[in-house]
């Protein structure tokens, strides 16, 4: 279990917002927004108007429905000597940090999909709250999937400042295995809660 934690309101606020917590598409449904992990789409696009290089989430295209194409992070990139791939997810960056065994196609789309259906709960392809939405872009919320307990801290002293110190971890080893199958354990909180603790909704 990780112990160092940055707890995150714009996270929290998701949680908060959604009112409840969907994993694997809300009792298993075949849902569009789960990516076939078994798939591996990498985009190596350097091309970028943004401050946070290829990463970055524009107004128009955190609205758009997420692809989950993993996109690697070029050299010279400003997000280089932090990570090495992201996924954009409505108004979030989910990347894989730069840091120990290289993470995986596989866990970085987990983590984006789990992102995504927070913020689409219904999974209809449009994010339900567009200006919790919106705030989560303006803070440049970011969730990086790490090996180890002090993999963020590389993460923050390397990138911090570009996403506003708005990062929360989430370790490759306390992501459920099989595409999130027995994360129901984690509802026996209220579906309807609005204080589900931040750091039990985040480990997948």
């Given at each position: 279990?990780?112990?160092?934690?940055?707890?995150?309101?714009?996270?929290?606020?998701?949680?908060?917002?959604?009112?409840?917590?969907?994993?694997?598409?809300?009792?298993?449904?075949?849902?569009?927004?789960?990516?076939?992990?078994?798939?591996?789409?990498?985009?190596?696009?350097?091309?970028?108007?943004?401050?946070?290089?290829?990463?970055?989430?524009?107004?128009?295209?955190?609205?758009?429905?997420?692809?989950?194409?993993?996109?690697t992070i070029p050299t010279g990139d400003p997000l280089a000597e932090a990570a090495?791939?992201?996924?954009?997810?409505?108004?979030?960056?989910?990347?894989?940090?730069?840091?120990?065994?290289?993470?995986?196609?596989?866990?970085?789309?987990?983590?984006?999909?789990?992102?995504?259906e927070w913020l689409d709960n219904n999974e209809d392809g449009i994010v339900d709250?567009?200006?919790?939405?919106?705030?989560?872009?303006?803070?440049?919320?970011?969730?990086?999937?790490?090996?180890?307990?002090?993999?963020?801290?590389?993460?923050?002293?390397?990138?911090?400042?570009?996403?506003?110190?708005?990062?929360?971890?989430?370790?490759?080893?306390?992501?459920?295995?099989?595409?999130?199958?027995?994360?129901?354990?984690?509802?026996?909180?209220?579906?309807?809660?609005?204080?589900?603790?931040?750091?039990?909704?985040?480990?997948?």
């Amino acid at each position: 279990m990780l112990r160092r934690r940055v707890v995150l309101p714009c996270l929290l606020l998701v949680v908060g917002a959604m009112g409840a917590v969907s994993c694997g598409g809300g009792g298993g449904s075949a849902s569009p927004m789960a990516p076939t992990l078994t798939a591996t789409t990498t985009s190596t696009t350097t091309a970028t108007t943004s401050s946070l290089g290829v990463c970055g989430i524009s107004a128009m295209a955190a609205s758009v429905t997420p692809t989950f194409e993993v996109i690697t992070i070029p050299t010279g990139d400003p997000l280089a000597e932090a990570a090495t791939k992201c996924i954009r997810v409505f108004g979030v960056m989910v990347m894989a940090n730069k840091v120990g065994v290289d993470i995986t196609d596989a866990k970085l789309k987990h983590a984006a999909t789990i992102a995504a259906e927070w913020l689409d709960n219904n999974e209809d392809g449009i994010v339900d709250d567009s200006a919790v939405n919106n705030s989560l872009l303006e803070r440049t919320a970011t969730v990086v999937v790490i090996n180890g307990s002090d993999d963020l801290h590389f993460f923050m002293v390397r990138a911090g400042w570009l996403v506003q110190q708005n990062a929360q971890e989430v370790g490759v080893l306390e992501m459920a295995p099989d595409n999130c199958k027995g994360c129901g354990a984690w509802r026996k909180f209220p579906v309807n809660s609005r204080h589900l603790p931040g750091q039990r909704v985040v480990h997948l």
